[in-house]
């Protein structure tokens, strides 16, 4: 089985439609997919809808959080989507995401940058607006070459130039309340150091004790080294570990199946959640 934990389409920052996103997930040989937008699950409903046979989706979301001023990604599997505190709070993170991605725009002008509004709110099109929209721009602008090279302290990165902060969960709260909604939780590329600070493994080791389930190992932005240091950290906590390959369709290179999961630690995720269950293909309409 090959199975791909991580992906975004367009609902959030990814350019791929859902249908197209699970056509293109099978089309590459996948066997599971998971659909985990940033802090939506609009895009759920259309991958179902377009799901070839043979392709089962795992319904996700990636929670923006917030740590002793650190910020991390959690991957949420197989949650209720309905259950109201957690929905609420999903609400208020995409609630702040305009405004958030406005206050950016203005500090790239005052760098000197000619990007407006109006240009990221058309690369975002429907979905939800962040920092990979306005990378987008810059690169349209010729402002940076990709949309990696927007991620540091000179540009996007946390705490650069034209960062600007978002309502963002508190991460033992996070893990509570997709706890309380049935889903289980695996915390995203924990080392990638190149996106900014990363939370120390101290704060790891606390978010386990809380009920986190697991680490996002293998992943684009860990060389070996970090890979095998994360995976000493997992089995010294007791967390399940993870590989994915974080697509965003053509917002950068990574393809769809790049880095994958063990086929066992998937069937320990979808034995550990009772909010949501996969959902096998049937062949869905070949339309977008």
Not at 129 to 153: C, K, Q, Y
Not at 168 to 188: S, W
């Amino acid at each position: 089985m090959r199975i791909d934990l991580h992906t975004h389409s367009t609902a959030s920052d990814g350019t791929d439609t859902p249908a197209e996103l699970v056509r293109n997930a099978a089309a590459a040989g996948l066997d599971v997919v998971a659909l985990t937008d940033h802090d939506t699950v609009r895009g759920h409903a259309a991958a179902r809808a377009a799901l070839p046979e043979g392709l089962t989706l795992v319904t996700g979301a990636e929670l923006s959080c917030r740590i002793d001023g650190v910020g991390l990604h959690m991957l949420a599997y197989l949650f209720d989507p309905d259950e109201p505190e957690l929905a609420r709070e999903r609400e208020l993170v995409r609630d702040d995401r305009v405004p958030r991605a406005q206050a950016m725009v203005r500090k790239l002008q005052a760098l000197g940058v000619p990007v407006a509004w109006e240009q990221v709110a058309r690369i975002a099109g429907d979905g939800s607006v962040g920092r990979p929209h306005i990378a987008t721009a810059l690169v349209e602008l010729g402002v940076v070459a990709t949309v990696s090279d927007a991620f540091t302290p000179e540009w996007l990165a946390d705490g650069g130039r034209a960062y600007a902060e978002k309502h963002e969960l508190d991460p033992f709260d996070a893990i509570r309340l997709v706890k309380a909604a049935g889903g289980v939780t695996v915390f995203a590329h924990p080392a990638a150091v190149k996106r900014g600070e990363v939370v120390p493994e101290s704060s790891i080791a606390k978010l386990a004790a809380a009920g986190l389930d697991g680490i996002e190992v293998d992943h684009m932005d860990h060389d070996e080294p970090t890979r095998a240091r994360l995976r000493g950290l997992a089995r010294e906590l007791g967390l399940l570990t993870t590989g994915s390959s974080d697509y965003h369709g053509s917002r950068k290179t990574v393809e769809l199946g790049a880095y994958t999961t063990d086929p066992e630690i998937y069937g320990e995720i979808t034995r550990r959640a009772t909010g949501a269950f996969p959902v096998p293909g049937a062949g869905g309409p070949v339309t977008s």
